[in-house]
Structures are given as C-alpha cells and as structure tokens.
T-cell receptor, first 112, second 116 residues
Framework: LAKTTQPISMDSYEGQEVNITCSHN???????ITWYQQFPSQGPRFIIQ???TKVTNEVASLFIPADRKSSTLSLPRVSLSDTAVYYC?????????????FGAGTRLFVKA | EAQVTQNPRYLITVTGKKLTVTCSQN?????MSWYRQDPGLGLRQIYY???????DKGDVPEGYKVSRKEKRNFPLILESPSPNQTSLYFC???????????????FGPGTRLLVL
C-alpha cells in the first residue's frame, strides 16, 4: 500500500525558497503525485501535480527523480501568506477503485 | 459556481445519537470521498465512491456508513457516534477515479463534529 512521509514542520523567512520533500517508496507505476495546500479551517486546495521529472506552474515547481520514490515541492520566494500545511498525495488502486492517500502534512511557517 | 457543499458546518451531539453529514457537488463528478482530519494525523480517507452505487472503504471506515444513490450527493452516516469520532470532516470530489490521481480533488469547507 502506497504511503507518504513528509517532515512534520518547517520554518522559513519571507523571500526565501522553500523545498519540501515527500517520500513515497511504494508508489505504483501509473500513479501521479499531487501536492495540496491547506489553511486553517479550510479544505485543501490543489497546488501542483506531476508524474516524473519537473513540473512548474505559477505557484510552485515539483521535482520528481527517475525512480519516483520521492518528490520535492519547491515554493519560490515565500511570503507570509504561504504559511499553511502542505500535503503530498499519491494513490492506490484497490480492488474497488482508487484509494487516495494523504501524508500527515508539513506545516510551513513563514516569518517576516 | 463549481463547489462542494457540506452540511452542517458545525455539529455537537451525544454518544449514540445517529447523525448524517450531507455532501453535494455541482460539477457532475463521478469520484467522491470523505476524509477526517485529526491533529498530527493529517487527512485520512474514510470512504470513497467511484460512481453511483459504487462505494468502498478507505483507511478508516470503522463506525461510518455512506451511500451514493445520486451522482451529486454522498452523505456520511454515523449510526452510533462515539467520542473518538470527534473530528473535522471533509468531503471531496473529482471528475473520476480512473486517472490514478491525475485529477484535482475539490474539497468542501469541512464539518466540525464534537461527540460528547
């Protein structure tokens, strides 16, 4: 069963680049890796997704090595509003369908 | 506006009193799911549904029931709530569960449940 492991928390300062790594040793061949952001008392929202190599959008970059056993979310020049919990998500194709598996999340605290 | 709605947003109940948390989406999504969130444990999937009349257990299904009679609705039922089910619950939906995580899941605003 696919499972993810992330650091529990990270601190940063405004303007710095933040890299959060997620370990998913048992990821299945066809599964994608997705990252979500969650603010207190809100539902998670999608940030970025990838399958392999590098993906970049207006918010973040996602680096996935060739073996796909880990991935790194990169947030360039963070601001105070990036303080949130970041979740790495993979899935597992069960007998009945697609089970979604979140990690415990990484709490990012951005300081002024 | 495309959205996932949940009701109620806050609920205080007592042990053993059956309750239902409703979830509805207006995006014609086939995949729907319930999660609970507890401090230090992140989001854990309770049940999911690939389509109407198709449901399956997630990682923490004990004490919960679901049904999917219509595509847009996916209620979560606690037949006999216990204090260990005090949690923050999220409903989510995505286009289908067939793309192995490639689709974005859209989350509802959450339901905070306290079982006394």
């Amino acid at each position: 069963l696919a499972k993810t492991t992330q650091p529990i928390s990270m601190d940063s300062y405004e303007g710095q680049e933040v890299n959060i790594t997620c370990s998913h040793n048992n990821i299945a061949t066809n599964d994608y890796i997705t990252w979500y952001q969650q603010f207190p008392s809100q539902g998670p929202r999608f940030i970025i997704q990838g399958y392999k190599t590098k993906v970049t959008n207006e918010v973040a970059s996602l680096f996935i090595p060739a073996d796909r056993k880990s991935s790194t979310l990169s947030l360039p020049r963070v601001s105070l509003s990036d303080t949130a919990v970041y979740y790495c998500l993979v899935g597992d194709w069960d007998t009945g369908g697609f089970k979604t598996i979140f990690g415990a999340g990484t709490r990012l605290f951005v300081k002024a | 506006e495309a959205q996932v709605t949940q009701n109620p947003r806050y609920l205080i109940t007592v042990t053993g009193k059956k309750l239902t948390v409703t979830c509805s989406q207006n995006m014609n999504h086939e995949y729907m799911s319930w999660y609970r969130q507890d401090p230090g444990l992140g989001l854990r999937q309770i049940y999911y549904s690939m389509n109407v009349e198709v449901t399956d257990k997630g990682d923490v299904p004990e004490g919960y029931k679901v049904s999917r009679k219509e595509k847009r609705n996916f209620p979560l039922i606690l037949e006999s709530p216990s204090p260990n089910q005090t949690s923050l619950y999220f409903c989510a939906s995505s286009l289908s569960g067939l793309a192995r995580g490639r689709e974005t899941q859209y989350f509802g605003p959450g339901t905070r449940l306290l079982v006394l």
